[in-house]
């Protein structure tokens, strides 16, 4: 492979990586999926057998039980899966999120901790951020938390966090204040499913996906000091704790934004092949729709988008694992939107492509409509990425 190649495109132990993803997604597939929404289950199968097969975790330090690669391997992991119709919304939590934090800034006891059951798949770890007043502004998080002797006590409440009921723990960002300045400054906690005061409630959703979403009340959830990741000042080169709560913030959010272009990626695939499949094959005048300009143009710049929205994916991953966050922050936040555009655009244009029948429980495709919102939605609006790139990217001022 030339340099230039290499540069652009993906190693062969990336490629066999995702041949190999894509053959255990096309065991279980759409019908498994829909299967377990419809049966109330979660994908325990899925997950045990992509865990099994190193899938996981191929993004946490080898010493840990990880594949000792990078978020770009388990980006791969993500839309290969969801490409065959059976994503795994956990990878972006569980691995992704908490498993990057915990791995660059967890005290070596909570590393040892959590980072073999979330590469072997044994444990799953939730990521609260977002509150109702909240919304996209995390400098009005309320979730506080105080000191109490040696503990700490957690109050707040958090919206929207996926996965909670089938998390062993759940990684929550509070604030503290800071006792030189009075200010309060973000931290982040891990708390136990089963900790006293803490509390979740089921939000009912219009969304077709195993993971359920929930609010969780904290009410003066008593932690022990080393609930806190990283532990302190004193640990991580003097970046755990206290004194790092937005350099951990902005370390799990990137890889986020990544593994949620990754999964709108995966999602356009699977319903552009449907798509795809349906215009080759559907015959209403002499030839195939397929034939048809109004049918086929749509469909192929469909697959454009999606082709650069992965490429840029491909890009903010690759600077992720190079360490470099800031240029990651940006390309992170740019495939987020693109991948987001693409997935609605090209779901839509399946949808329309199978006319009637794309609105039947047979094809399946009419779920993907509210799903495919999802990715322009969460865990940032385009709107606040387009903020981004304004202010971070071309320089110009704030409106806020």
């Not at 062969?12 to 999926?33: S, T």
């Not at 195939?288 to 890009?315: N, V, W, Y």
């Amino acid at each position: 492979m030339s340099s230039v190649n290499a540069a652009l495109l993906e190693s062969e132990e990336q490629r066999d990586l995702r041949a190999a993803v894509a053959a255990l997604g096309k065991r279980y597939g759409r019908d498994y999926f829909t299967g377990v929404v419809r049966d109330g289950k979660h994908t325990d199968e899925l997950w045990a057998e992509a865990a099994s097969l190193g899938y996981l975790g191929v993004n946490l330090p080898e010493e840990y039980g990880g594949g000792g690669s990078g978020i770009t391997e388990l980006s791969i992991v993500l839309e290969e899966l969801g490409a065959a119709g059976c994503p795994l919304l956990m990878l972006v939590v569980s691995p992704a999120i908490c498993g990057t934090v915990i791995a660059r800034f967890g005290t070596e006891a909570q590393k040892r901790e959590w980072l073999p059951g979330l590469a072997d798949g044994s444990r799953k770890m939730a990521f609260g951020i977002t509150e109702p007043d909240a919304g996209s502004n995390s400098h009005r998080i309320t979730t506080t938390a105080r000191r109490d002797g040696d503990d700490w006590l957690l109050s707040g409440r958090k919206v929207f966090i996926s996965g909670v009921d089938i998390a062993d723990a759940t990684l929550v960002v509070g604030r503290t204040e800071d006792a030189r300045t009075g200010k309060l400054k973000p931290c982040l906690f891990i708390v136990p499913r089963d900790a006293a005061g803490f509390t979740r409630n089921p939000i009912e959703m219009e969304l077709a996906a195993p993971e359920k979403q929930f609010e969780l009340v904290l009410d003066d959830v008593r932690l022990p000091a080393d609930a806190l990741v990283g532990g302190g000042p004193s640990h991580a080169g003097g970046r755990g704790g206290e004194d790092a709560g937005l350099l951990q913030l902005f370390a799990g959010l990137n890889p986020e934004r990544i593994m949620t272009a990754a999964f709108g990626i995966g999602m356009g695939r699977y319903a552009l092949d449907q798509a795809l499949d349906y215009a080759r094959t559907r015959q209403v005048w002499k030839e195939p729709i397929g034939a048809h300009q109004a049918i086929a143009h749509p469909l192929a710049q469909a697959h454009i988008e999606l082709e650069l929205a992965r490429l840029m994916t491909a890009k903010a991953a690759a600077l992720y694992d190079a360490g470099d966050d800031m240029g990651a922050g940006e390309a992170a936040n740019m495939a987020k939107y693109a991948a987001g555009e693409a997935c609605v655009k090209a779901v839509d244009q399946a949808v329309h492509t199978l006319g009637g029948n794309g609105l039947t429980r047979e094809y399946g495709l009419a779920s993907l409509i509210t799903a495919a919102r999802v990715a322009r939605i969460a865990p940032v609006s385009r709107e606040m990425i387009l903020n981004f790139v304004s202010h971070q990217s071309l320089g110009l001022p704030k409106s806020y």
